[in-house]
């Protein structure tokens, strides 16, 4: 079970209004994801972080901005929601697993935040 | 960059029937193909994955076969129950930089 944690679970906001979704893991791990789900359920890599102070743009152009201050926190933050940003938002985090001198990097995800922008 | 296709989107079985869903992928340089489940309304939970040094893994009811010459990999669920019913993402390219497929929607039918 991946201890990744997202608030939070559903937000309904009108727009223009500024918005601040919450990641964190209790992992340890240094990589850090957002990914963006359309209705259609695919996957769109929007941000990513490979430490603290390391954010990067990912695959689809997003108006929404990441920070990455402490390991085990990566906040998304939309300044000014629209209706086009309604969407499931998902944040995940990469690390090793296992012990021994077999070291694999795996991916998990938290459970998504559902947006509504009205 | 990678691009990863997956097949079917939808798929149906009847309870204890098998159900296989395939990918393939484009970049050589691809070691890592995990399986997500995402069920309604949480996030995607992953159940199998393969590095390429490997040519199949099995856990219970779940297999995965991975075919690096062809570029292709699939998912083999055996007797299938209504909890396997989800949507099952693959996904390519290092455990740092994924892409992942559209999707298959499975369902078990009673």
């Known amino acids: 079970e991946a201890d990744i944690y997202q608030t939070p679970r559903y937000l309904v906001i009108g727009t223009g209004k500024k918005i601040t979704l919450e990641c964190s893991q209790t992992m340890g791990h240094d990589k850090m994801y957002w990914y963006q789900q359309d209705p259609g359920m695919e996957l769109h890599l929007i941000h990513y972080s490979y430490g603290v102070n390391s954010t990067e743009k990912g695959d689809l152009s997003s108006e929404s901005t990441v920070s990455r201050i402490r390991t085990e926190h990566f906040p998304l933050t939309l300044e000014s929601a629209r209706p086009s940003h309604t969407s499931q938002y998902l944040c995940a985090s990469s690390g090793l697993l296992g012990g021994g001198v077999l070291y694999q990097e795996t991916q998990y995800f938290g459970p998504g935040t559902r947006l509504l922008v009205l | 960059g990678e691009n990863v296709e997956q097949h079917p989107s939808t798929l149906s079985v009847q309870e204890g029937d098998s159900a296989v869903i395939k990918c393939t992928y484009s970049d050589s340089a691809s070691n890592y193909f995990p399986w997500y489940k995402q069920e309604l309304g949480k996030g995607p939970q992953l159940i199998i994955d393969?590095?390429?040094?490997?040519g199949e893994k099995k856990d219970q009811r779940i297999a995965v076969t991975l075919n690096k010459t062809a570029k292709h990999f699939s998912l083999h669920i055996t007797e299938t129950q209504p909890e396997d019913s989800a949507v099952y993402f693959c996904g390519g390219g290092t455990a740092s930089k994924l892409t992942f497929g559209t999707g298959t929607r499975l369902q078990v039918t009673l």
């Open positions: 393969i590095r390429s040094n490997v």
